[in-house]
């Protein structure tokens, strides 16, 4: 009986996994028109074809959220557990506040502003990195507040956050929410490498702040498989 408890729980997908979207892989930078020609002619029947298309029309954030359980689900997936280096930079000499970890991923940067003393708040639409970031400070007995959900969902609230950080993330939902959740005098730090944005868009994110530091350097990402690459980077207050 235990052994065929075992063998059940091994032939389970990974928390968070739905295989109903491995196709997702293969299907994500693709346009849907396009991809729907290439999966009649390799003969997928319609339904599953139409399941397939709904799913990336209308539902691409489950899509999204799936992809990214994977990801940190994967002890082996390669990107920076340590806290981003711009952030740890800002942060040297600056009064704790409040802060928001704007899609958290696994919290490697909310638990280091934790650690310094910040009352931390992060969302994340994947709620197996939403996890790791719970165990962690649990593990080290610090307190973040971490919540499972799309940007489009969070409650940002009004004039709340010193510090709003997009740690290789961008607003994908309406970025005057993020201005409004800052309070006067709060700062949004933000680094992501090429892919986010085209060339100068991170200075045009935040017209409503004053941009106090903009660069582009080129160094090994956090992510994309931590090769060499240019990185953006942008202090912009309020
Ligand atoms: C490249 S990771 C960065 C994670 C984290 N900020 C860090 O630096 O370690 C991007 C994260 O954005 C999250 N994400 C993507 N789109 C999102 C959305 N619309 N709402 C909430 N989270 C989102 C993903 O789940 C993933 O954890």
């Not at 003393?117 to 973040?144: N, Y």
Request: proline share 4%; net charge negative; aromatic share 10%.
């Amino acid at each position: 009986m235990r052994s065929l408890s075992i063998v059940l729980l091994l032939s389970l997908p990974l928390a968070g996994q739905n295989p109903a979207d491995d196709f997702y892989r293969d299907a994500r930078d693709k346009k849907p028109e396009v991809y729907a020609i290439e999966l009649r002619t390799a003969g997928i029947p319609e339904e599953e074809i139409a399941r397939r298309l709904d799913l990336l029309t209308n539902h691409r954030a489950l899509l999204e959220a799936d992809r990214w359980n994977r990801f940190y689900g994967d002890p082996a997936s390669n990107y920076s557990r340590a806290p981003n280096s711009f952030l740890t930079a800002v942060l040297n000499g600056m009064k704790p506040g409040t802060a928001l970890d704007y899609a958290m991923g696994d919290g490697r940067n909310a638990i280091y502003l934790a650690k310094l003393g910040w009352t931390v708040h992060g969302f994340d639409m994947s709620d197996v990195a939403v996890g790791l970031a719970k165990q962690r400070a649990a593990e080290l007995g610090l307190t973040i507040d971490a919540t499972t959900c799309t940007d489009a969902e969070y409650n940002f609230g009004r004039e709340r956050f010193d510090l709003i950080l997009f740690s290789w993330s961008m607003p994908l939902a309406d970025v005057r929410k993020v201005t409004d959740a800052l309070k006067p005098g709060g700062i949004v730090v933000m680094e992501f490498g090429p892919g986010f944005v085209g060339r100068n868009g991170m200075l045009h994110l935040f017209d409503d702040l004053v941009i106090e530091r903009y660069e582009m350097t080129r160094a090994v990402s956090d992510f994309s498989d931590r090769r060499e690459t240019d990185i953006y980077r942008l202090i912009a207050g309020k």
